[in-house]
């Protein structure tokens, strides 16, 4: 297979991937042929073991495979032609959130397989899929389990397969970014230092109803969360009835109250005091202090320019935002 189109690869990581898809599988081996991609910079825990363990398992069933080392620019669109050639049937990402979000931005819509083993700091899309951190275990589900759809969602157009946030959340995801170590304690350390300062924004939302009535209401809020995962990550379920699947983003509105009264509302959320509103804009006046909904779109106006945060990376804000499910992106191998 000659390539183009590569120029983030160097001539052996291009000879490895070109290696891979030229070679005919022998009678023992899988039809698969997996291209691993590691971040090296992902979470807090060196990579070497990983590739140790991924060239054992992997040879020991028999499946040709390239590792490769994912980028900073987040570009993955060379794999495309890898993959639209058939000759690469599953992508395996080794990294957390970001990583995810970059390659299955790429691969949307894409018949192949995403696989990921987590390696990052947060790990929401894992673990709301129920992949475990354990390398091995999570490896075994690659080679074992089946692939499933899983829905996506374009925020102004920029694809994110597991969770959005507007204002704390993207605060504390810009913050994370410039940190030299990254890892969950980090998240924690930076998560607290930016709690005591927490400010709510002016948010407008606009539900479109689908027959002319669209429900619109104002709130003033510390983040509006956007999930389609149940997670921000390591467990902390901030949309706990989020389904990967099911069509729906999941709608996380924490209003503007007193400090205490945030923590105590978010943990009530995290452990599901919340139910699902119906009526989302019949509650924005009220004392409840978290708005939970689901709807497979929304428009939200930003006139505060509250930060934004994508799958846990930190992007470019606007004044509004144009949100809609994309149903059934990519192909997660999960348990
Ligand atoms: N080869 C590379 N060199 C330097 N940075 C990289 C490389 N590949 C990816 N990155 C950076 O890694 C970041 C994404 O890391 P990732 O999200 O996988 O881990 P994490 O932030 O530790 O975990 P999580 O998102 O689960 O909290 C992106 O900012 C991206 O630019």
Redesign the pocket.
Known sequence: MSVHCVHELDSVQLGKINDLCAGKPSRQMSSRKIIYLI?????TGGKFSLQEMIRQKTGEKGIAYSIL????E?DYAFLLPFIEQTAVTDIIVC?????VSAVAAALAGVDVRIGIVPM?????LAFAAGIPKDVERALEIIFTANASPIDGFLINGQFSCMLCGIGFDAKVAEEF?SQTK?GFRTYVRVTLKNFFNARPYPFRLRIPSGNGQDASFGEEAFFISIANGNQF?NNFTIAPKASLHDGLLDIVIAKKTNQLRFLVSVIRQVMGGYRVLAKPEAESGARIKIIYFQTPALVIENPGHAPLHID??PKASASEFHISVVPKAIQLIQP
């Open positions: 971040n090296p910079i992902s979470g080392p994912t980028n900073a987040g990294g957390g959130d970001g990583t990052g700091s947060g790990n929401g970014a990254r990550g846990g990376d």
